[in-house]
């Protein structure tokens, strides 16, 4: 049972990562966020469906638990680390930016001509109002009071800030 | 079952000892990384339960608890490592005043606390070197880009930031 556990949660990741590249070609940048939650609830039903035919319900619940326990952690480990430093870090981009100038390097003055604080605060509205967490109304934004992804990871900053402090803040 | 609630406290036991460790060296002035080398002991705990038979499923025992450690690896990276996250301070700016535009929210950056300082970050790391006023990637931060470039390339990413 325990390979079984491990095989079909790494076969759910492979799944997640292959539908992942299809659907990010038709979809929204702004959106990655949601669709990659909607691609997880949709490889974890689909691997439930499986599971019941597969195992029968003896073993099932075990199984199933266990299979969606390490399947959620390794697409959350995914996203802090590999997808957010890639969709959204500065430090990241910064360094593609480099690269890209070649041996001939860049300054400064060229970095901030095509990316720049305006840039920058635009792409995070952009991704804010793709997810329905912000109104835009002419120059104005207005955030809305819904239950938000970017909220509830904030809320997880903000508890491992309280557990670890640091002198900085 | 008996699995699960090892795996929970022998995480709880690391992460207590954790947060004590970093008190204590923050204290001394001092937050690191290598801090996060005190979960050994919840996977001690682990290779304990397993050698007196204890886990039922130990191969998926210790992946959970690997991916448990390494989702907390990733936070505690972001805390050693502070700096202005546009996201969250963007959030922040909305928490205090429902409305904003896109000028006020511009102007809680700097170029220098957004920018520059993470190009010295880049230059400390030696992922890029500077010559005058004109930055180089190195090897090291050629390789790395090459490899998020791939990446980006094929779930159609094309540029992060």
Known sequence: MDTIILVSALISFI???VVQMIVFRFTDEDRALLWLMKIFLMVEGC???AGYFLWGRGAFVEIVLWHAVIFMLLVISYTLTVFSYSEASITVRLLGEISRSGSRGTT???IIKHYNLGSIVKRRLSRFIANGEL??????YRWKNSVSLFLLREKTVRLFQMLFPSWQR | MSDGIIITFAFTCSLILHIVIHRV???QGV???KSVRVYIIGLAILIISFLNNMLLLPLSSFVLYGLITLVMYAYYLGLCHPAETPAGMILRAFARK?????TELTRLFTVQGLLWNRIDQLVVAGLVSRKGERFFVTAKGGFIARCIWVYQKFFNRLLGG
């Open chain 2, 98 to 102: 429902k409305t904003q535009t896109l």
């Open chain 2, 31 to 33: 937050v690191t990384i």
């Open chain 1, 135 to 140: 109104v835009a109304n002419g120059q104005r």
């Open chain 2, 25 to 27: 060296l923050l204290k």
């Open chain 1, 108 to 110: 400064k003055n060229e």
């Open chain 1, 47 to 49: 691997s439930l469906f």
């Open chain 1, 15 to 17: 799944v997640f990562c």
